[in-house]
Structure formats: C-alpha cells, structure tokens
C-alpha cells in the first residue's frame, strides 16, 4: 500500500507560479509510475503531466505544455509539479496519483493510488 499526500496549494494572481509537492510513502518504490490529475468544479477529473519510474520520460496535457513541469526525487520518495503562467482556467483541485508499472496513462481508472487533492485557485 502507498500513502500519497500533497503540498503547495494556494490562492495565486494569473502570471504567477506555484509548485506543488506529493510525498509518498509506505511500500514505496522506484517502480511506480506517477502523475497529476487535477479536477474542475463540475468536471471531469484530467490527466496533467505524468512521469515515468524512471523519470527519464514526461507528458503532458495541451493545456499545460510549456508552462508546467514535472519532476521526481525518488531519494526522497517525493514528485513536484512546477507550475508557471498560472491562468484562472488552471484553478482546480489537484491530485497526485501513482501506479504500479512503467506506462503513463492519461486515464485515472489506471492509478491505484491517489492522495486526497491540494485546490489551486488562480484569480484574474
């Protein structure tokens, strides 16, 4: 079982930056597969950015290419989520989700683990 558990949430002015943190822990281990979702007040919850096991592979949704990054320390069993030219459509409840494998999926059906979600508010 892994615990996930996020940080750096907070009310932001559009232009600004965050980033978020998601620590792990229990039966952690490089092996797993990690990503942000994030969901919307009367929407579907959506694939952000993920990374693989071995943090040599990312992607990311449309909406955030090139204003948001990815990382992963798996010494210190933590995931980050840089987020840069924050806009009002970014505001959100933002999840980290971990899997067991080496695919990143864009699907949430495909994580096992999810941490109970750190809200983003941009205002314009």
């Known amino acids: 079982q892994v615990q996930l558990v996020e940080f750096g949430g907070g009310l932001v002015q559009a232009g600004g930056s965050l980033r978020l943190s998601c620590a792990a822990s229990?039966?952690?281990?490089?092996?797993?597969?990690m990503a942000w979702f994030r969901q919307a007040p009367g929407k579907e919850r959506e694939f952000v950015a993920g990374?693989?096991?071995?943090?040599?592979?990312?992607s990311y949704a449309d909406s955030v290419k090139g204003r948001f990054t990815i990382s992963r320390d798996d010494a210190k069993n933590t995931m980050y989520l840089q987020m840069n030219s924050l806009k009002p459509e970014d505001t959100a409840l933002y999840y980290c989700?971990?899997?067991?494998?080496?695919?990143?999926?864009?699907?949430?059906?495909?994580?096992?683990?999810w941490g109970q979600g750190t809200q983003v508010t941009v205002s314009s």
């Open positions: 229990g039966r952690t281990s490089s092996s797993y597969t």
């Open positions: 989700a971990a899997r067991r494998g080496t695919k990143t999926y864009t699907a949430p059906e495909k994580y096992d683990y």
């Open positions: 990374i693989s096991w071995s943090g040599g592979s990312t």
